[in-house]
């Protein structure tokens, strides 16, 4: 391990009183000197004052410019996004992004005829060096082609549930019925299959750990698996969606000596998730006595369970292909009726049509929900409209900074948010909502991810927490996450940062008060990352927390409600809006947008508000997968300290993300599920190559974004 990431005490040099509480003075102009200085170097507020009026020459022109800058950078995002190779054709040229120049990686798409276990697996970038090497001894040759078309081991039950019935469950918690699809309570819900074991030479993600959010890091997925118990792999009189006739199926008949075919012709989700939570309504109440001790005079309470809301953001007119209706089977299965309630799937439908009545006509909000969703998720819509919104949430939204999206404040575009809000309001039962978007896809277990995602930022200290959000965890470089935290903090010592501890202090006209839990209490100095573990983080993201005053993030001056008169309040930013949102957020920024009439752009505006006001917020370090293989000094330097604005990863950058599993533009992360599903993409994959090769992709829980369309073997 480098030096460079050894904590040194030795070499801190402190510009700064750590004993207070320290806030934030970042108030830089949108585009201004930022654009062209270190974001080191602060402006005094009077720049932006100067900067403030948006009608001068200056600032047209600039404008202007950028305008023109994004556009050429949104054009290369489209066009990358849908034809990307490597090699133009038809005679076209195009100059190379520098991260194309790194070879590519291939092993994401190994099969279950390679199947290792974790113990004899050997990554993909691992295996590029030891062929590399001089010594014979680490010169590793994969046995190739493989030499049977089965795989090389069987096909497992993977849960990832506590183990509900046993004694040191039921000592802190209430007794978890179980649930049942039908009525009757004569059909169970299907398990999933894992294989136990990973592709030989699989590619390692360059972002997050398995180990570290406590995943089982050793078994991968594969579609029959994964898909084929929601009615992938068996025929529509059956109850299924036949969708598996063309595939390479070697040994997928494994899961069906043991798994029984679900008939979903008749299925209502929606009442099947209610009965559950019915059934299970004593895990969610407080107070339950537990079972007294010898001795004991009063017996404790046993543990409430707490409540999510999934919460899948959908709109009128939205086709749901029998692809998504797997993934959204699979969701509701595996969240909501194997964890007995814990969790309720919901369908929050914005109707475009703001001319209908959907507050005020039962009949109109029944037939909008049948004329745009399965009839198996009738149940389960909450419908919404921009219009209600505007009535909800009235004008004036005053002293707007600057709205570069051209849109009404009311617009989806700017304030999907809102409905997130209103939908906390009319569901006050849950503890936590998830904000999750529609061209999302997972290749593990939901529960696991989910549960295992909040766990995870439970344990985490709060000392170093914002510091360490905006990063991403490079475990081949940094380490361990210990490991990662000191570096971090040695780097925050040897800056001109300030570190947050508690809600910062910043110039503004008027605020709400925040918790008084959330003022911290003991110094910076004197906490030993103790103090915020065991507390449930209100926000969670799945890209980093950064502070678009530092970026050109094209957005970050969309702030509203704000005296113009003093700099910009501080901000942050997760670019995605799919987080896990606590209550006690949402209310937070619910009496914001009503009662103070602030408001931002959608992904700057929950950790913004979790920011202002002391809250906890975590960026779970998810694996993110890459195409190309980065050198690890190269991808540290490009995503984690970029030298000037312009260069981040969050604006005119984002061109580096192109190559990866999660981002807006992520080009690679739908061709690789499209390849997991058995596609042929850019002349490469499909069934003729699986059963030439080495067969079925296998792969490891990953979180992709975008999918915008799926097909599989064909």
């Not at 948006?54 to 800058?69: C, D, E, F, G």
């Not at 050793?218 to 063309?246: A, I, T, W």
């Not at 896809?441 to 985490?460: C, I, M």
């Not at 408001?599 to 890459?626: I, R, T």
């Amino acid at each position: 391990m480098s030096s460079r990431f050894q904590f040194n005490p030795l070499k801190i040099r402190t510009r700064f009183s750590y004993e207070k509480v320290p806030g934030d003075s970042q108030a830089s102009s949108p585009f201004g000197a930022p654009l062209i200085k270190s974001w080191k170097h602060r402006n005094p507020l009077w720049a932006n004052r100067l900067q403030r009026p948006r009608l001068s020459l200056a600032r047209i022109i600039t404008i202007l410019i950028v305008s023109l800058l994004l556009a050429s950078t949104l054009g290369t995002s489209i066009y990358r996004r849908n034809r990307w190779n490597d090699s133009p054709k038809g005679g076209e040229e195009r100059k190379q992004y520098h991260w194309e120049h790194y070879p590519r990686l291939n092993g994401f798409f190994n099969g279950i005829r390679t199947l290792v276990p974790k113990e004899q697996w050997v990554p993909e970038q691992e295996y590029i060096q030891k062929s590399q090497s001089p010594n014979p001894e680490d010169n590793v040759k994969p046995k190739w082609p493989p030499a049977s078309k089965e795989p090389t081991m069987d096909p497992i039950v993977f849960n990832p549930y506590p183990k509900w019935d046993s004694p040191a469950y039921l000592k802190n918690h209430e007794k978890v019925e179980a649930c049942y699809l039908d009525e009757a309570e004569k059909i169970n819900p299907p398990d999933i299959y894992a294989y136990p074991g990973i592709p030989q030479n699989m590619t390692l993600p360059f972002f997050g750990s398995y180990e570290e959010l406590g995943m089982n890091d050793k078994v991968c997925f594969e579609r029959f698996g994964r898909l084929g118990p929601y009615g992938y792999s068996y025929s529509r009189e059956e109850g299924g969606l036949q969708m598996s006739d063309k595939s390479e199926r070697n040994g997928q008949e494994a899961i069906w000596k043991t798994e029984p075919k679900v008939d979903y012709r008749n299925i209502d989700w929606g009442a099947a998730q209610k009965t559950c939570r019915e059934k299970n309504k004593a895990r969610f109440v407080e107070g339950v006595p537990a079972e007294p001790k010898e001795g004991e005079k009063a017996p404790p309470t046993k543990e409430r369970t707490k409540r999510h809301a999934y919460i899948l953001r959908t709109w009128t007119g939205y086709k749901y292909s029998d692809y998504q209706i797997l993934t959204i089977r699979a969701m509701i299965n595996e969240l909501a009726i194997k964890s007995g309630g814990e969790y309720d799937v919901h369908f929050l439908l914005h109707v475009k049509d703001n001319s209908l009545p959907i507050w005020s006509s039962d009949e109109v909000y029944r037939k909008t929900i049948e004329d745009n969703l399965p009839k198996e998720f009738w149940g389960m819509a909450t419908l919404w409209s921009e219009q209600q919104m505007r009535m909800y949430y009235p004008e004036p939204f005053p002293n707007n900074v600057y709205n570069h999206a051209k849109a009404p404040v009311h617009s989806v575009y700017r304030s999907a948010h809102f409905a997130m809000q209103w939908f906390s309001q009319v569901h006050p039962e849950y503890d936590f909502y998830w904000n999750w978007e529609m061209d999302l896809r997972f290749s593990g277990h939901y529960y696991e991810f989910n549960n295992r995602v909040g766990e995870w930022a439970k344990r985490q200290p709060r000392k170093g927490m914002w510091e360490r959000a905006t990063r991403y965890y490079i475990p081949a470089l940094h380490g361990s996450w210990k490991n990662f935290t000191e570096m971090v903090e040695d780097e925050m010592y040897n800056s001109d940062e300030k570190p947050v501890w508690g809600p910062p202090k910043f110039e503004n006209s008027g605020m709400l008060d925040s918790p008084p839990e959330t003022e911290p209490p003991r110094s910076y100095l004197a906490d030993n990352y103790e103090w915020g573990v065991g507390e449930d983080a209100d926000l969670i993201t799945f890209n980093p927390i950064f502070d678009p005053a530092k970026t050109n993030w094209v957005f970050r001056d969309d702030v509203s409600g704000y005296n113009l008169d003093l700099p910009e309040p501080p901000r942050r930013c997760a670019i995605i809006t799919v987080s896990r949102l606590s209550k006690r957020l949402l209310d937070l920024m619910h009496i914001e947008t009503y009662l103070m009439k602030h408001h931002m752009f959608p992904e700057m505006w929950p950790p913004s508000v979790a920011f202002h006001h002391g809250l906890k917020a975590v960026y779970a370090p998810h694996a993110v997968y890459f195409n190309h293989d980065w050198p690890l000094d190269v991808i540290d330097g490009t995503f984690n300290h970029p030298p000037k604005p312009t260069d981040s990863v969050f604006g005119w950058g984002e061109h580096n993300q192109l190559g990866n599993s999660f981002y807006y533009n992520a080009g690679f992360s739908s061709t690789w599920w499209r390849r997991w599903l058995g596609s042929r993409e850019d002349d490469e994959g499909g069934t003729e190559a699986e059963e030439a090769g080495s067969g079925r992709l296998c792969i490891r829980p990953t979180l992709f974004h975008p999918v915008k369309y799926e097909k599989g073997a064909e």
